[in-house]
């Protein structure tokens, strides 16, 4: 079983930063990839940013140039730099993660951004 923590999540007005932390615990083997989620009120969950064990990266073009994705192998943790935050960023946000044996996905940390 593989456990996703996230962190750094908060209250944040327009234009500034957040940096957010997924640490992965558990019977991780290797993640094929890992990922940031998130769900606004009344709208589908999407996919924000992938980063594959090779070190290639994927943005959904609504954050493109805005945030970053990288990871701590050693850590076995994800960051999420976000940038330039504007209001339509407010969502939860979710780790996701995926190895052989199967999809993972944390609790989820809320970030607002104030305008």
């Known amino acids: 079983q593989v456990q996703l923590v996230e962190s750094g999540g908060g209250l944040v007005q327009a234009g500034g930063s957040l940096r957010l932390s997924c640490a992965a615990s558990?019977?991780?083997?290797?993640?094929?990839?890992m990922a940031w989620y998130r769900q606004a009120p009344g709208k589908q969950r999407e996919l924000v940013a992938r980063i594959f064990s090779g070190g290639a990266t994927n943005y959904a073009d609504s954050v493109k140039g805005r945030f970053t994705i990288s990871r701590d192998n050693a850590k076995n943790t994800v960051y999420l730099q976000m940038n330039s935050l504007k209001s339509e960023d407010t969502a939860v946000y979710f780790c996701?993660?995926?190895?052989?044996?199967?999809?993972?996905w944390g609790q989820g940390t809320q970030v607002t951004v104030s305008s």
């Open positions: 558990g019977s991780i083997f290797r993640f094929n990839y």
């Open positions: 996701n993660a995926e190895n052989i044996r199967g999809n993972y």
